[in-house]
């Protein structure tokens, strides 16, 4: 049975929520169990969008949706799905719908290309990887009617990488995130808490103006 239209105006309001739910930090992550409402096809899908966009190297044999294009962890491993499905985001439901769209396209695509999808994998994982960054990287053509869907999308995937924005960043750097290690990002002092004794370019930036007050303030 085919999908059921997908309702993009309430895509796009959830869209907008979870913008605005982005600024209430620090996202959580649902229990395995809980992300399994979405469906392991999905999952599937989303993970090798997100590997398109950050990629990374395969956690078993026989890991599809991750293409291996690269040695090291990539966005799957950073918690990309962790954040897709975090239970402060109203993406949740619109999710199975999402990657059938990217399958959708997935489809089409091979069609025009004449080629061949296992019918034993989502549509986007059975996609070489070379054909996978060029539909990805077309999602973000001004003219993708679907633009903001994917533009979203991208935008948590590399908040799962850059910033491991659904962990205590604690917890984050104790398991090595991948993206916080990429990055170098520092190990918080005996307390737990971070400070930045060198905040500065450690050079004056212009010469001191003769009536700055003892405070730094302007005269």
Known sequence: MPPAPLDRRGLLKALAATTVALAAWPLTALPA?????????????????????????????????IAGAVTGPGGVQAGAIQILTSPQLPLVPWLPGIAGLLDTRALAWAATHLLFLPPTRPALVGLPFSHRTALVTGLFDPGDPDRP???????????????????????????????????????????????????????????????????????
């Open 33 to 65: 169990e809980a992300t399994a409402t979405v469906g392991t096809w999905n999952v599937q899908t989303l993970e090798a969008f997100a590997d398109t966009l950050i990629p990374g190297q395969r956690r078993y044999a026989g890991d599809l949706p």
């Open 149 to 219: 869907v994917w533009q979203v999308l991208a935008l948590l995937v590399g908040l799962a990488f850059d910033t491991a924005a659904h962990q205590p960043t604690t917890t984050a750097l104790a398991d090595n995130h991948p993206g916080l290690a990429s990055i170098g990002f520092p190990a918080p002092d005996a307390d737990g808490l971070w400070r930045f004794p060198e905040h500065s370019y450690n050079q004056p930036l212009a010469d001191l103006h003769p009536h700055t007050t003892a405070s730094g303030s302007p005269a």
